[in-house]
């Protein structure tokens, strides 16, 4: 590929917009700007397969700036290239309310994925990749490959030292995502100073040993050293791509290759002095005609390419009606989910776990493409797919992903599937290894998708494991979430209700703690769940009277404990009504009118019970009531007896609620 002037103004445009959306909101990164420039123009303007005019294209290639620090250069590169970002928008850069935000986010038109934490941008490209591989092997024709897109990412230093990195791109390597090309911008500066007092990696090898295609550009100046790069990646058929692109920080500024010009403005003069060296000597968010015609160039190819392949996709309507019919259903917001019965009687035992192992099973042909997996426990989650061998290299149509012992990963690979669409992912493991995936959990709330996450093992009941595996604090920490929804519920009637909001639900992650051991069905979920599981709370066993004389609010295996200890306040001439709570969230949304029937406020008699942190419950039980978990490690031990060293007998809990109440 042959490039002129016009093409190394336009790199400078991309550039001179960057640093003068910085100066202008005096914040931001300069640094990354001025040294990645050529190599995004490089992608967009030769390898990037998009049309600025549908920027939701589903056949679109995928961009993720995992060094979202980098966000002005996006920015003015979208803005150059005919996305729907304007002049007033670049001005308005970092500031409230605006399309361009201090790092990416999916109000912007053209930004495929929110990125900020390093190196979940990466994390999320993978799972994109995997996507679109799946989605390939099913829908795709011998004439008519659909679904054929690339992933491209641009990463930093920083992002390669996360320890995220090390999973998503060992899993990569392991599925052999050909169609994953990562931009190394190696600069060799960090925030703090230079790179090597923190990092001394040969990157090289070390991608190589995870199986990528690894090749390198000495000057990331040179833009036919950069095309013939990710050319020979875009033909690269069996491994993930990394191009390392060696570049100067602060290219062309005064502070070039300081570790000061990562995140600190330029001034006016400086911005000038800057763009005076590079050959750029226009006023502040001027843009001469040529190079708006130069970038209009991506517009024009990518309207053709996407023309070609809607002409492609009415042809394969004609050939594969029923596959067609699929595809297009699956856009999430038109597929149809079928309803989940709950055919259970009272006593009946089922841990929560095994009756959403049911339900995967249930769930596995339904238009949304259901598929996931776990990190290396599924067989102890009970987060599988049945006679399902498994998503590989061998064959990407299967339903089960191996993810490894590779939390973090697993679940920015699954906001990545969810955000490519076309199908609903879950993620697994036990609830205490959650909080190796917290941050992606945040990035699916903040972004608002439908991520689904399982977690198991949900409580201290789990026994000889141990204070390691036993969850205390999760709880409150994800209910600390905003827009997570998290469900913990009392039984598998529950748990069906909940699995049906589960694969309706259409924006915002879900996350789910479920029993190891075997929970009884109870007879106050067969009458009044099906009303009042998707309240978030509910009335799960009524006093006799029609006010109570208090109330036992209860989540997860802790709500048949708390029906057990109505039973034994009953004897002591207590009239009390147990709630089962098994999702705040879902509850805080209700009229004030049904929680007030729930939570009648006169009753002031009020207990939480739950096994973890009680910081959550306050809002619920008052002043006056008693919030009875665990504020403190569990042991190891037999199950039976380490509830009840920590109180959780029914007796205890009884004696305890008398005690505090006495008059």
């Known amino acids: 590929m042959k490039f002129d002037q016009i093409d190394r103004d336009a790199v400078n445009a991309i550039r001179a917009l960057s640093i003068d959306m910085i100066q202008h909101a005096h914040s931001g990164h300069p640094g990354m700007p001025l040294d990645a420039a050529p190599m995004l123009y490089v992608a967009y303007k ?6 600025p005019k549908y920027p939701k294209w589903f056949n ?28 007033s928008d670049l001005k308005a850069f970092r500031t409230l309310g605006s399309k361009t935000p201090g790092h990416p986010e999916l109000k912007t038109p053209g930004v495929d994925a929110a990125t900020g934490p390093l190196g979940q941008g990466l994390g999320m490209a993978v799972g994109m990749a995997m996507a679109e591989k799946h989605l390939a092997a099913k829908y795709n024709q011998a004439d008519f490959p659909i679904v054929d897109n690339k992933v491209y990412v641009i990463v930093s230093d920083g992002d390669l030292m996360e320890g995220i ?59 036919v050293a950069l095309d013939q790069a990710m050319t020979d990646a875009d033909n690269e058929s069996e491994r993930p791509t990394l191009i390392e692109v060696k570049t100067t920080l602060g290219y062309g500024s005064p502070y070039a290759g300081q570790h000061s010009v990562h995140g600190n403005p330029l001034t006016a003069t400086e911005c000038r002095e800057t763009m005076h060296k590079l050959g750029w000597e226009h006023a502040p968010f001027i843009i001469p005609d040529e190079i708006y015609q130069r970038f209009a160039e991506i517009s024009v190819d990518g309207e053709q390419q996407y023309k070609k392949w809607r002409q492609q996709f009415t042809a394969y309507q004609a050939r594969y009606p029923e596959l067609a019919k699929s595809f297009s ?71 089960n992903i191996f993810f490894g012992v590779r939390e973090f990963a697993q679940a920015a690979a699954v906001n990545g599937i969810m955000l490519y669409g076309g199908s609903q992912a879950f993620g697994s493991t036990f609830f205490v290894f959650a909080d190796y995936m917290k941050n992606a959990l945040r990035m699916a709330a903040l972004m608002n998708i439908p991520s689904l996450f399982i977690f198991s093992h949900d409580s201290i009941a789990l026994g000889q494991d141990g204070p390691t595996h036993q969850p205390i604090e999760q709880l409150d920490n994800f209910r600390a979430v905003p827009g997570l929804t998290v469900f913990r519920p009392a039984d598998a009637v529950e748990t069906t209700q909940i699995w049906q909001y589960v694969l309706n639900e259409k924006h915002g992650p879900i996350m789910l703690a479920l029993s190891r051991q075997k929970l009884p069905v109870l007879a106050g979920s067969l009458a009044y769940g099906k009303a009042g599981t998707l309240k978030g709370a509910y009335v799960i066993s009524p006093s006799i009277g029609a006010q109570p004389s208090g109330i036992l609010l209860a989540t997860g295996s802790e709500v048949s404990l708390a029906i057990e200890v109505k039973k034994l306040l009953h004897e002591h001439g207590q009239d009390v009504q147990v709630v089962s709570v098994p999702s705040m969230e879902l509850f805080e949304q209700q009229p004030q009118s049904y929680r007030d029937q729930v939570l009648p406020p006169t009753v002031r008699q009020r207990v939480s019970i739950e096994l973890g942190s009680t910081l959550s419950w306050g809002k619920y039980t008052g002043i006056d009531g008693l919030r009875i978990g665990l504020d403190e490690f569990g042991a190891s031990g037999d199950a039976d007896d380490i509830m009840q060293t920590n109180g959780f007998t029914a007796n205890q809990i009884a004696q305890r609620y008398l005690q505090h109440f006495k008059r």
Do not use: C
């Not at 030769?46 to 049309?51: E, R, Y």
């Not at 050909?178 to 923190?198: E, F, P, Q, R």
């Open 165 to 223: 990195s090390h999973e998503a791109a060992s899993l990569a390597g392991h599925l052999k995502l050909a169609n994953l090309v990562v931009l190394y911008d190696s600069n060799g500066v960090t925030l703090d100073s230079s790179a090597k007092m923190a990092l001394g990696d040969d990157v090289g090898g070390r991608f190589k040993a995870y199986g990528w295609h690894y090749s390198r550009v000495a000057d990331g100046n040179n833009l």
């Open 329 to 399: 259903l699956n856009k999430r917001s038109d597929a149809k989910v079928p309803t989940f019965v709950a055919n259970y009687q009272a006593g009946d035992m089922e841990a929560t776990r095994t009756t959403v192992h049911q339900l995967i099973q249930k769930s596995a042909d339904t238009e949304l493409n259901f598929w996931g997996g776990s990190a290396d426990l599924s067989s102890s989650n009970k987060t599988y797919f049945e006679q399902d061998t498994g998503f590989e290299p061998t064959d990407y149509s299967q339903k």
């Open 60 to 87: 679109r290639d995928r961009f993720v700036l995992s060094a979202g620090h980098g966000s002005s250069m996006l920015y003015a590169l979208l803005h150059l290239a005919g996305y729907p970002l304007t002049m």
């Open 46 to 51: 030769h390898h990037l397969k998009v049309d």
